[in-house]
């Protein structure tokens, strides 16, 4: 049975170490001169099965499209130059040509070179096909603690250069770690406040910073906590940030309920004393946003509406962090 298992394994190995990049000048010794789309995004897909956000061979973009995006997007970041910019649209759709990869599309399309070469974004991806299968046999051994292993040093080893691969080695274990620090906050914030989620335990800032944007963005479903906006692009990019109620370079705190979700603006105006929340969870403006020459009817517009709270009440942000917020940081 071991040697089966150990046979399907080298099929797989073999597969990934070949797969078809395309070159061009733009591509560097980093990525050994080939686009890198393609293992990235298999790196990102491995990611989803072990954190058990992908539970079948079937990968659904509308299910999976911004989780998956961000893991892609930080993996992309570690090898190519941050003015260089892409879509997961062009290795979703051109791992059609991977043996183990088939595009499911949708009634009446046809899936082929031609009509693949066009795609360019997810808007454009959609029109063809929703969503794609990997081989079941290939899913199972992402399911496999040693076997994904095995598969990742292959898409590193074989397709990016020896500083590029230790950089992503580096994000991989920042994937795991953050999604294990966010599945911890939100158990801790269905216990008593404590002063600090953080004491003695070690935690990078890169597993911090990501795996307390993952518990709060999630927790608010993307929306705006002040202005309730929820936006998600075609490309699967979010609006909102993960704020602290009171920042961690004072509070040393991750608490989700010392945290909201908050879009751009809300965000600056909450950091910039121009924002606050009341203990009836209303939101409080403050008078300055008022003075000449301003112009900020989106805001004024927000005092005394209500909050939009998550859905499960254990994460409402906490009155205390609320109420020391107001007090101390806002120029009411």
């Known amino acids: 049975m071991q040697s089966g298992i150990n046979s399907i394994l080298e099929k797989y190995i073999r597969q990934f170490a070949a797969l078809r990049r395309a070159q061009g000048r733009m591509w560097g010794p980093d990525t050994r001169k080939k686009a890198p789309h393609k293992p990235l995004l298999l790196l990102a897909i491995i990611d989803l099965v072990e954190r058990g956000s992908l539970l079948s061979p079937v990968v659904v973009l509308e299910n999976h499209l911004v989780e998956l995006n961000e893991l892609f997007t930080n993996y992309w970041r570690q090898v190519v130059p941050l003015s260089q910019q892409t879509s997961i649209a062009f290795p979703f759709s051109r791992l059609f040509t991977e043996p183990f990869w088939k595009l499911i599309p949708l009634p009446g399309k046809e899936i082929n070179r031609a009509n693949v070469d066009q795609i360019t974004a997810v808007s454009q ?155 009836d969870y209303t939101v409080l403006i403050s008078r300055q946003v008022q003075q000449t020459p301003n112009v900020a009817d989106s805001l004024l517009r927000l005092q005394g509406k209500p909050l939009h709270k998550p859905a499960n009440q254990p994460f409402w942000p906490a009155l205390v962090f609320l109420d020391k917020h107001r007090l101390t940081r806002f120029a009411g």
């Open 125 to 279: 991806l959609r029109k063809l096909a929703s969503s794609s299968r990997m081989d079941e046999d290939l899913f199972a051994l992402m399911t496999d603690l040693k076997a994904r292993n095995i598969l990742r040093s292959i898409l590193i080893d074989s397709h990016f250069s020896l500083a590029a691969g230790k950089a992503l080695w580096t994000q991989v274990m920042v994937h795991t770690q953050s999604w294990e620090y966010a599945e911890q906050l939100e158990m801790a914030a269905k216990e008593p406040l404590v002063d600090k989620v953080i004491k003695e335990r070690e935690v990078t800032e890169p597993v911090r910073d990501q795996g307390f944007r993952k518990a709060v963005v999630g927790t608010y479903d993307h929306r705006c906590a002040l202005c309730g906006m929820r936006v998600i692009t075609s490309e699967g990019h979010t609006c909102v940030d993960a704020a602290h109620i009171i920042p961690w370079s004072e509070s040393h705190n991750d608490d989700i309920r010392n945290g909201m979700a908050l879009c751009k603006l809300c965000h600056w105006a909450f950091d910039h004393r121009m924002a606050a929340v009341k203990r």
